[in-house]
């Protein structure tokens, strides 16, 4: 696509710079990618991508995002350029026409932090954002871009590659432009225009149930299992997560123990924002939606808020955490009998003795009362049960154990480890060769008679396992790295 020209229909005199980034992790500074394609007069006349050596550096590629675009450290060190030389490419292609890309929040983020990092001045430039001509003009189940384009009838395109996914962009724009029959960007995307809402038909389909009202939400599942991440969680969305909508995720939060919200209160603890696959640690929040600046001021005031992205949400509902065995029913116990009170004794030393004659068989008309049973599910007495300090009262009551925040797990890159596992198979079966060659030597040699044919043995049997130990280390990190990936690193 490098160098084409790209014909499209076209009514409109529209000119733009369809733009895409693709990064090395969450951090938004780590682009490892772009992609631009530019648009003159209506039609596409050019397209172009290139890999970027990422400002954060080329040890921070997460496995996750390797799986979605592809990239590998390898091929940025291979044939990727600067971010500043990223810069003066940009420019030199877009000269002083505006920026356009689908979901702009993300790419300019990016666009701004990675020349931040590297030291570079950020250049005020006009951004127009794809998304919002979508949600306008566009009847779908959710706007993202390969559904939008889909609902558009553009042709297919291989999602998350920059180049691709900027010329999808472009698409986008100029069909909705054709179709509208606009002529300048600012035109197209100043029209105000009424929410285009989806058919009836498939709109039944999609949403079997509406809730609208905060007494229509249906409450947390007392009996989901207490370790699911949801669960004790009051739960607010942002956007639409792929293959749920609105009302199935606010049915599936319940019914995985959370509690899902319509707004973003001070009882929110955590917010999903479906528009960003994952959500950094220095994501900014002042260029989302009214519910992410909303939480976004409440986190800042001391509330304990968690933002969650798409993907890390998709897990969450899919997760397979099996529900909490129900207690078989007990069996129904006899009636208590409760013992009459004994009166008070007299004092035995005022009494003379007398000695009593014990009756040789109790008689029938007073039978002996049954003691009473106290109850499995009884409490215990106050006395046994011990009393919290009040650190620990506070502690207990205020902090549930489902909001805690999870640690994340520190992994070595996957390069790291597949070089010390190979490292150590080598060293390993260079020593037990060498070791083979220099026993079978002093065998056959005669200079060494002490060394007969039984030690020989002897030795290969005790000296041969201890050196292919760091051998067997290494396979064993190789094997498990790999089987931890496929199972739990794969997107």
């Avoid at 050019?46 to 954060?56: A, D, H, N, R």
């Avoid at 600067?82 to 983020?109: C, M, Y």
């Avoid at 293959?243 to 319509?262: C, N, T, Y």
């Avoid at 002042?286 to 509330?303: D, H, I, M, V, W």
């Amino acid at each position: 696509m490098k160098g084409s020209t790209l014909t499209t229909s076209s009514a409109s005199r529209v000119s733009f710079i369809a733009i895409d980034f693709e990064t090395a992790n969450r951090d938004q500074a780590s682009v490892c990618q772009v992609g631009i394609a530019k648009v003159v007069d209506g039609e596409i006349v050019e397209s172009t991508s290139w890999l970027v050596k990422p400002p954060t550096g080329l040890s921070d590629f997460e496995p996750r995002f390797i799986d979605i675009h592809g990239i590998t450290p390898a091929e940025v060190k291979r044939s990727g350029i600067s971010w500043q030389e990223s810069l003066q490419r940009i420019f030199s292609f877009a000269g002083d026409l505006p920026f356009v890309a689908h979901n702009t929040s993300f790419d300019k983020t990016v666009y701004r932090r990675a020349s931040e990092r590297v030291g570079a001045a950020v250049p005020a430039m006009e951004w127009f954002d794809t998304l919002v001509l979508a949600r306008r003009h566009v009847a779908a189940p959710n706007h993202k871009l390969p559904t939008v384009a889909k609902a558009l009838s553009l042709p297919d395109f291989s999602h998350h590659q920059a180049e691709a996914d900027a010329i999808t962009s472009a698409r986008i724009a100029l069909a909705i432009s054709h179709r509208q029959q606009l002529h300048t960007v600012q035109e197209l995307w100043a029209r105000p225009v009424g929410n285009i809402r989806t058919p009836s038909r498939q709109r039944r389909r999609s949403t079997p149930q509406r809730f609208s009202r905060v007494g229509d939400l249906p409450t947390a599942n007392t009996e989901a299992h207490p370790s699911h991440p949801l669960f004790g969680h009051h739960v607010v969305i942002t956007g639409d997560v792929d293959g749920f909508s609105r009302d199935e995720f606010i049915i599936k939060v319940a019914e995985l123990g959370g509690q899902p919200q319509l707004n973003v209160t001070k009882a929110t603890t955590m917010l999903i924002v479906a528009a960003h696959q994952y959500i950094g640690v220095d994501y900014d929040h002042s260029n989302g939606t009214g519910k992410e600046k909303k939480a976004a001021e409440y986190k800042a005031a001391g509330q304990r808020i968690e933002f969650v992205g798409a993907k890390m949400a998709l897990e969450y509902l899919t997760a397979s955490i099996p529900a909490i065995k129900q207690r078989p029913a007990q069996r129904p116990r006899p009636a208590q009998v409760e013992i009459p009170p004994k009166e008070t004794a007299p004092v035995a030393g005022n009494l003379p003795f007398k000695p009593v004659k014990q009756p040789s068989k109790p008689p029938e008309s007073s039978p002996i009362p049954a003691p009473t049973i106290r109850p499995r599910s009884a409490p215990l007495p106050s006395e046994t049960i011990p009393k919290l300090g009040p650190s620990h009262q506070d502690a207990a009551s205020t902090t549930p154990r489902s909001q805690h925040p999870r640690k994340p797990a520190y992994r070595l890159p996957r390069i790291v480890i597949a070089g010390i596992s190979w490292t150590l198979l080598v060293v390993a079966a260079i020593c037990v060769a060498l070791f083979l060659i220099a026993s079978t030597a002093v065998l056959f040699s005669g200079d060494y008679p002490e060394v007969t044919f039984f030690s020989w043995v002897i030795g290969l049997v005790f000296i041969v396992p201890l050196l292919s130990l760091p051998g067997l280390l290494g396979y064993f990190l190789l094997r498990r790295h790999k089987k931890h990936q496929r199972r739990g690193l794969n997107v």
